[in-house]
């Protein structure tokens, strides 16, 4: 296990340990194990999509210094193995090229 896994582990551990004994069951699948790893994975995915979409913005307020960027995010994300980004990117992207007027005709 890594130095950040550990921590994290560290971490989430403390967490547990200041709750009450009762709630612990609830809320220890969200801090440990598979809950917490495809949270961790949506909430990544989710940055990134998020850089992804500043990039875009600043490209079309006509700044250039975020192209690179954009492609190389872009490329992250068109691997990414979760159908949520590919829905994203098919759905919700493309009305981001658009301008106000154009939003305006999507059915």
Do not use: W
């Amino acid at each position: 296990m890594d130095a950040y896994k550990q921590v994290e582990k560290l971490a989430c551990d403390k967490l547990l340990d200041t709750l009450p004994a009762e709630l612990r069951g609830a809320f220890e699948p969200m801090l440990t194990g598979e809950t917490q790893e495809r949270l961790h994975d949506i909430v990544k995915a989710a940055d990134k999509l998020s850089a992804y979409i500043k990039c875009i913005e600043e490209r079309r307020a006509g700044n250039d210094e975020f192209l690179s960027a954009e492609r190389q995010i872009r490329g992250i994300l068109d691997a990414s193995p979760l159908p949520e980004v590919k829905y994203f990117l098919e759905h919700f992207i493309p009305a981001f090229e658009l301008t106000l007027d154009e939003l305006g005709t999507i059915e």
